[in-house]
C-alpha cells in the first residue's frame, strides 16, 4: 500500500506505462518488428484482446508475425518508435554496507527493470562501505562534512565515464548513501532517486550537514520503500530520510524483512512503475503533429484522483519543466483540484491546471488563555507517546530540551503535514540544546529567526523526528493555546523533584537517530 498522506502522494502512472509493466510480467515479447505505443503489437493483441486492424485503426503501426501481414505500412505522423538500444536509459544501483556490486546484481529482485534499462552495480571503495563508521563507535558522532569523499570521488569516476544516469537506486547503506550524494553533484545529475530501506545517517553529524543545505535536492522526483518486518530499519527511520524530499512516494511492505520487494510483493508493481512511468516515454511531438491518444481499450489502469494540496499564494503557480516533466502537456498534473496525477510538485503545471491562488486568510481568533500561571511554562513530549512522564507546567528556570518552529519556510527545516510549521532541533540552531532553561530556549529560537513550538503544535507531532533524540524528551513549549487535556485547570505541578528525575531518564535517542531503541544491539551505520 502507499501511504496515503500529504506529503506522500500516491505513485502516478500513466495508462502506457502500466501497459509496458504488465507486459514485463505476463506477456513474453515475441519478434515482431511492428510497434504500438511503445511495444510491440503482438504484446497488444494478447493483452487487449483487440486484432491489428483495430490498432491499426488508432495509429498503430501493427503488421506481421501475430497480424498476418507481409509488410508494415508507413509511420504516422508524429507515432513513437522504439527506443534504440544505444539510448537505454541507465540506472546507477547502490549495494548494501560490506555487500558488492557483483553481488547485489546476482541478487537483485527488480531486475525486470534491465528490459527498458541499463542497470549499473559498482562496488563501495572502503571494504564494501560507502560510509565508514565512527572512530569512536556509533555513541561518538563524526562531525567532517568530507567524511564519506572517497565514495563520492568514485561514484564521480562511473558517473562521467559511463553517464549520463537516469537515476540513483541504494539498498541499506547503499540509500543511506543516496542523500549524501546527491548533496554533491549538480541539480540535474539523476531525475530520480530510489531509497530501499533507506535510513538519514545520523552517526555523522557533518554529512547531515550537507544533507540539509541542498535538501530537497532541487525537487528530484524519489521512491522510498520501507517494510514493517523489517527488523534493521524501521519505518520511522525510512520516513525520517524521506522527509528530505520535497514529493516522496513512500511505499509499506506488509509482508518484505530488510530486502528489495520480491515479484509476489503487494508494492512490487507500483516500485516498477515508478521507474516505468511517463519519464520513459516519448515526449510528445510538436503541436503541428499531435500524438493521438490511445485507444480506451487500452487503458489498464486509470490511479485515483489524489487529494488536493493547500493553495499556494497568490502569482506562485509557475511552469517548471525541470521538477515537472510533463507542464504544457495538455494534462493537469500538479496532483491538485482538477488532476488525475501527482507527480509534479503543486503549483508547477500551470498551462494544463491553471493559477492556483491562496483563499482569503481567515480571521484571527480572540485571545487564548493563559496554559499555566505566569511563572511556569508548559513542557510536552516531543513525540506523542514516547516519554515517561506526561506533559506539565514547568518552573521557567527549570531545564527541559530546546525544538524550534517557524510559520515561514527556512531551509532544512521539516514540515510534516499542511497544519504544521516547519521544525528543528538544530540545524541552523547552532546544534542540539539540551538542558535549558525557558529564557535561553526562547532566545535559541529568537536566533535562530523562529519561535518555541506551542502546545498543540507538539501534540500534533509537528517537530517528531527532527533529530537530536528528543522525540523522548519533554519540550519547552510558548504556551500560547488554550487548555486541553493534558495541563488543564486544576492538574497538579510537578515538583522539582519529579522534573529532576526526569532529567536524568535514560534517552535512548542520544545518537541522533528516531527511534534509536529499536535498533538491533551492535547496530552501526555499515549494516547492510
Aim: net charge negative.
Amino acid at each position: 500500500f502507499i501511504h496515503a498522506s500529504e506529503t506522500h502522494p500516491r505513485i502516478r502512472t500513466r495508462p502506457a506505462a502500466m501497459a509496458l509493466l504488465l507486459a514485463v510480467h505476463l506477456v513474453p515479447t515475441l519478434a515482431c518488428p511492428s510497434t504500438c505505443w511503445g511495444h510491440t503489437c503482438d504484446h497488444w493483441v494478447e493483452t487487449s484482446g483487440k486484432t491489428c486492424a483495430e490498432l491499426r485503426e488508432n495509429g498503430c503501426e501493427c503488421s506481421g508475425c501475430a497480424c498476418g501481414d507481409a509488410t508494415s505500412p508507413a509511420p504516422s505522423p508524429g507515432q513513437p518508435t522504439p527506443t534504440p538500444p544505444g539510448s537505454r536509459r541507465k540506472i546507477l544501483c547502490l549495494h548494501g554496507g560490506g555487500g558488492t556490486g557483483p553481488g547485489f546484481e546476482i541478487g537483485f529482485a527488480l531486475s525486470a527493470l534491465a528490459a527498458e534499462f541499463d542497470l549499473v552495480f559498482p562496488t563501495a571503495p572502503q571494504s564494501g562501505l560507502w560510509i565508514r563508521d565512527p572512530p569512536g563507535g556509533k555513541d561518538v558522532p563524526t562531525e567532517d562534512e568530507d567524511w564519506a569523499s572517497v565514495a563520492v570521488a568514485h561514484l564521480n569516476e562511473i558517473v562521467q565515464s559511463q553517464g549520463p544516469f537516469y537515476a540513483i537506486l541504494g539498498y541499506s547503506q547503499g540509500a543511506a548513501f543516496v542523500p549524501v550524494y546527491l548533496a554533491q553533484v549538480p541539480s540535474g545529475t539523476f531525475q530520480l532517486a530510489a531509497l530501499f530501506c533507506g535510513y538519514l545517517p545520523t552517526t555523522h553529524n557533518g554529512l547531515v550537514r550537507r544533507i540539509n543545505a541542498r535538501a530537497p535536492f532541487d525537487g528530484i522526483a524519489s521512491l522510498h520503500f520501507m517494510a514493517t518486518n523489517d527488523p534493521i530499519i524501521t519505518t520511522g527511520m525510512s520516513d525520517e530520510a524521506a522527509a528530505k524530499f520535497s514529493s516522496p512516494v513512500v511505499l509499506v511492505s506488509p509482508t518484505a524483512g530488510h530486502a528489495l520487494p520480491s515479484s509476489n510483493d503487494p508494492t512490487y508493481p507500483s516500485v516498477l512503475a515508478f521507474f516505468l512511468s511517463s519519464p520513459l516515454l516519448p515526449r510528445p511531438p510538436p503541436p503541428s503533429l499531435p500524438l493521438p491518444p490511445p485507444p480506451s481499450s487500452l487503458l489498464f489502469f486509470k490511479p485515483p484522483k489524489p487529494p488536493a494540496p493547500p493553495p499556494l499564494a497568490p502569482a506562485l503557480c509557475v511552469d517548471d519543466s525541470i521538477v515537472c516533466p510533463h507542464a504544457n502537456d495538455g494534462e493537469c498534473d500538479d496532483g491538485g483540484d482538477g488532476s488525475l496525477y501527482a507527480l509534479c510538485p503543486y503549483g508547477r503545471d500551470c498551462a494544463d491546471c491553471g493559477a492556483r491562488v491562496a483563499p482569503p486568510p481567515p480571521m484571527a481568533p480572540p485571545p487564548l488563555p493563559a496554559l499555566c500561571p505566569p511563572d511556569k511554562q508548559w513542557i510536552e513530549c516531543g513525540r506523542v507517546g514516547r516519554c515517561n512522564n506526561d506533559g506539565r507546567c514547568a518552573g521557567r528556570t527549570q531545564t527541559h530540551e530546546v525544538r524550534c518552529c517557524s510559520d515561514t519556510e527556512i531551509g532544512g527545516w521539516s514540515k510534516r503535514h499542511a497544519s504544521c510549521p516547519w521544525a528543528e532541533s538544530d540545524d541552523g540552531m547552532g546544534g542540539c540544546h539540551h538542558s535549558k532553561t525557558f529564557p535561553e530556549a526562547e532566545a535559541i529560537c529568537a536566533a535562530a529567526g523562529a519561535r518555541l513550538c506551542t502546545k498543540d503544535e507538539l501534540t500534533s507531532d509537528c517537530t517528531r523526528g527532527t533529530g537530536c533524540g528528543h522525540d523522548r524528551d519533554l519540550i519547552w513549549s510558548s504556551g500560547d493555546t488554550a487548555p486541553g487535556s493534558a495541563g488543564a485547570e486544576g492538574e497538579q505541578d510537578a515538583t522539582p523533584e519529579e522534573d529532576g528525575m526526569e532529567g536524568e531518564a535514560p534517552k535512548a535517542e542520544e545518537a541522533g537517530k528516531e527511534d534509536e531503541a529499536a535498533k538491533p544491539e551492535g547496530w552501526s551505520s555499515s549494516w547492510g
